[in-house]
């Protein structure tokens, strides 16, 4: 039930193109979403975050479009960029001190070619 | 210049050999995390810690052990116990009463 699945394991897209990837959760107890960006070697990074209580949140070219119901969620890049290429992490956690106890999906790697 | 600093970058650990992962955070933050990441496999949560001198166990915890003498500091030692121990090691750091993890850049673990 602490589960969360992501996909698709990897993406290729054009620049200019708008990659989607999705995940789902089973834990209704979950009420924070986040998706992570991460570079080669690097630690990830927030990208951005919703709660259930909203179904879209965007911020410059990144969307997550979020669906209670089904208890998915998903992240859009709109105008993909090649120095967007990279692995994407959703996530999901409980709130309160629970915050930081993140169950994370598999990841997704982009890659945009120029 | 604030942030969590993790050394060494690389380690390699010998057979029955017990190694500690370095993790020093100057952004004044309560709560400290260990996750491990794998190829494939997102990241998992092995230890936290909400505030000085306490912890908790994660998702994975055996094979591992922690301490939190120091508000700074939050090192994990990776025990001989801990079998399959080859992975990318992570430390994050979130402020009280805030949901945003911040990551330090990981040390990569690996058996000689």
């Known amino acids: 039930q602490q589960q969360v699945k992501q996909s698709p394991q990897s993406l290729i897209v054009q620049k200019g193109g708008i990659p989607i990837i999705n995940c789902a959760y089973e834990?209704?107890?979950?009420?924070?979403f986040p998706w992570y960006q991460q570079f080669p070697g690097k630690g990830p990074a927030l990208l951005i975050a919703i709660r259930p209580d909203v179904s879209e949140k965007k911020e410059g070219r990144f969307t997550i479009s979020f669906n209670k119901s089904a208890k998915q969620f998903s992240l859009h890049i709109m105008d993909s960029q090649p120095g967007d290429s990279a692995t994407y992490f959703c996530?999901?956690?409980?709130?309160?001190?629970?915050?930081?106890?993140?169950?994370f999906g598999q990841g997704t790697i982009l890659t945009v070619h120029p | 210049d604030g942030g969590i600093t993790q050394s060494p970058k690389y380690l390699f650990r010998k057979e029955g050999q017990n190694v500690t992962l370095s993790c020093e955070q100057n952004?004044?933050?309560?709560?400290m995390y260990w996750y491990r990441q794998d190829p494939g496999q997102g990241l998992r949560l092995i230890y936290y810690?909400?505030?000085?001198?306490?912890?908790q166990k994660g998702d994975i915890a055996e094979g591992y052990s922690v301490s939190r003498e120091k508000k700074e500091s939050f090192p994990l030692t990776v025990t001989s116990a801990q079998k399959n121990p080859t992975a990318f090691y992570l430390c994050?750091?979130?402020?009280?009463?805030?949901?945003?993890?911040?990551f330090g850049s990981g040390t990569q673990l690996s058996v000689l």
């Open positions: 996530a999901a956690s409980v709130g309160g001190t629970s915050y930081g106890k993140l169950t």
């Open positions: 994050a750091s979130r402020p009280q009463g805030q949901e945003k993890l911040f």
């Open positions: 834990n209704t107890a979950f009420d924070y």
């Open positions: 810690s909400q505030i000085v001198n306490d912890f």
């Open positions: 952004l004044n933050h309560d709560a």
